[in-house]
T-cell receptor, first 114, second 114 residues
Framework: GQQLNQSPQSMFIQEGEDVSMNCTSS?????WLWYKQDPGEGPVLLIA?????ELTSNGRLTAQFGITRKDSFLNISASIPSDVGIYFC??????????????FGSGTQLTVLP | DAGVTQSPTHLIKTRGQQVTLRCSPK?????VSWYQQALGQGPQFIFQ???????QRGNFPDRFSGHQFPNYSSELNVNALLLGDSALYLC?????????????FGSGTRLTVV
């Protein structure tokens, strides 16, 4: 089935540094979603991308929809302690012509050191 | 405006028992999807309920069943619990059964099977 490969699995960075993570698939996606999950909470949508080549920002977060439609990137600038968490990429799985479920990557665990 | 509400937050069950988890969708949403998230993994789609019917099902055995009520709330039932069913169970709500803008997730129910 469709799989999303996220890298890196984990990152340790200093406060104030920029962060970059990516997600790749062997299948084409028409939508890319980036979520963040804090401990004990459900994932929260950060950015949604709908068009190949699209670059979208949400505050210090910027995400890009890859031209091949098989990858996406998330960048966080000037990291702060509250950026700590697990970041997931996700995309709708097209089944029987409809998109009713999301496929998630395995996540990138981000730790921000003071 | 209440988001997605799940109950209980934590649950411990014995192998072979049955469990029921509950979810109230975000106000204005009519579709509920359930996901299982094992430790260190991304969420895995179980099934989606829309208009009180199961619309899509992931790769889960029929020990996993669900229901949606006229007020759009939903239950997830798991029979004959196995140790491997231990996970965070996430409920996500959306408007309509086709994913366009992603979901709103609840905080989840942490199920431990001993």
């Amino acid at each position: 089935g469709q799989q999303l490969n996220q890298s890196p699995q984990s990152m340790f960075i200093q406060e104030g540094e920029d962060v970059s993570m990516n997600c790749t698939s062997s299948s084409i996606f028409n939508t890319w979603l980036w979520y963040k999950q804090d401990p004990g909470e459900g994932p929260v949508l950060l950015i949604a991308l709908y068009k190949a080549g699209e670059l979208t920002s949400n505050g210090r977060l910027t995400a890009q929809f890859g031209i091949t439609r098989k990858d996406s990137f998330l960048n966080i600038s000037a990291s702060i302690p509250s950026d700590v968490g697990i970041y997931f990429c996700a995309g709708p799985l097209i089944s029987s012509g409809s998109a009713r479920q999301l496929t998630f990557g395995s996540g990138t665990q981000l730790t921000v050191l003071p | 405006d209440a988001g997605v509400t799940q109950s209980p937050t934590h649950l411990i069950k014995t192998r072979g028992q049955q469990v029921t988890l509950r979810c109230s969708p975000k106000s204005g949403h009519d579709t509920v999807s359930w996901y299982q998230q094992a430790l260190g993994q991304g969420p895995q789609f179980i099934f989606q309920y829309y208009e009180e019917e199961e619309r899509q099902r992931g790769n889960f055995p029929d020990r996993f069943s669900g229901h949606q009520f006229p007020n759009y709330s939903s239950e997830l039932n798991v029979n004959a619990l196995l140790l491997g069913d231990s996970a965070l169970y996430l409920c996500a709500s959306s408007l309509g059964d086709i994913i366009s803008y992603g979901y709103t997730f609840g905080s989840g129910t942490r199920l431990t099977v001993v």
